[in-house]
């Protein structure tokens, strides 16, 4: 399967944080530019794969790695946040401008933190959450 030409963004699909975020980016993406997939899927292991990433070696109890797929070029954490709020525009650009300017190991190292304790603060599923029907069209792993 080639890749398509959106942004796809990998998730941890059984994150309640992930999950929040998915659901942001369902609200706020008018132009349904995004595609999604969990890092869970077969989907997000040959993209992984081509990058060079073993996704044996994630443990499934801590993905804690975000990742946009754009073209060929894989973002990760606070870089795919600001990838991500750039294209939703509005006040989400402005907000990606915000981060942008804070020092990167400082950004990484928030992220590093909320990352590690996402689980407990915002729960987790037993399993992927099915995307609604409106918008299964859109999840490359369902």
Avoid at 6 to 32: E, I
Avoid at 69 to 85: C, K, M, Q, S, W
Avoid at 120 to 125: H, I, L
Wanted: neutral net charge.
């Amino acid at each position: 399967m080639p890749d398509p030409p959106n942004p796809v963004l990998l998730y941890d699909g059984v994150c309640g944080l992930c999950n929040r975020l998915v659901q942001f980016v369902l609200r706020r993406d008018r132009l349904a530019r995004f595609r999604f997939a969990s890092l869970q899927s077969d989907y997000a292991a040959r993209v992984l794969n081509a990058h060079g990433l073993d996704p044996l070696d994630l443990d499934p109890h801590d993905l804690n790695t975000l990742y946009v797929l754009n073209g060929e070029r894989l973002i990760t954490r606070t870089d795919a946040v600001i990838f991500i709020l750039r294209e939703l525009g509005g006040l989400c650009r402005a907000a990606a401008m915000a981060l942008e300017i804070s020092p990167k190991p400082l950004r990484d190292w928030g992220y590093g933190l909320v990352a590690s304790h996402r689980y407990r603060v915002f729960g987790k599923f037993e399993t992927c959450l099915l995307p609604e029907e409106q918008y299964q069209e859109r999840f490359l792993d369902t």
